[in-house]
């Protein structure tokens, strides 16, 4: 089993910065591809920006030149710089991690972390 612990959110004002962080920890193999997801209230959740194992990066048009992300595989750690924040960026982040583990054969994993509030006001 693989648990995901995230931190950094928090309520800041518009225009401000945060930085989101989520661990990965348990029997991991390897780890392809780590994103993280937001909900706000009464909306469905959506990607926010992935990176996979290549390193290769995917992000939301609402976000594009305002969040970055990034891994550290040594640490199977992701994280997400988020600059100019906008009331809009308010919601739930959820962090995700696809990958495998092997105990006693190679199973696949698609884990998520318990979500972490950020908040941004005007």
């Known amino acids: 089993q693989v648990q995901l612990v995230e931190s950094g959110g928090g309520l800041v004002q518009a225009g401000g910065s945060l930085i989101l962080s989520c661990a990965a920890s348990?029997?991991?193999?390897?780890?392809?591809?780590m994103g993280w997801y937001r909900q706000a209230p009464g909306k469905q959740r959506e990607l926010v920006a992935a990176?996979?194992?290549?390193?290769?990066?995917n992000y939301a048009d609402s976000v594009k030149g305002r969040f970055t992300i990034s891994r550290d595989n040594a640490k199977n750690t992701v994280f997400l710089q988020m600059n100019s924040l906008k009331p809009e960026d308010t919601g739930v982040y959820y962090c995700?991690?696809?990958?495998?583990?092997?105990?006693?054969?190679?199973?696949?994993?698609?884990?998520w972390g318990q979500g972490t509030q950020v908040t941004v006001s005007s």
């Open positions: 995700n991690v696809k990958g495998w583990t092997k105990i006693s054969s190679t199973t696949f994993f698609n884990s």
């Open positions: 348990g029997i991991i193999f390897s780890i392809n591809d």
């Open positions: 990176v996979t194992g290549g390193g290769s990066t």
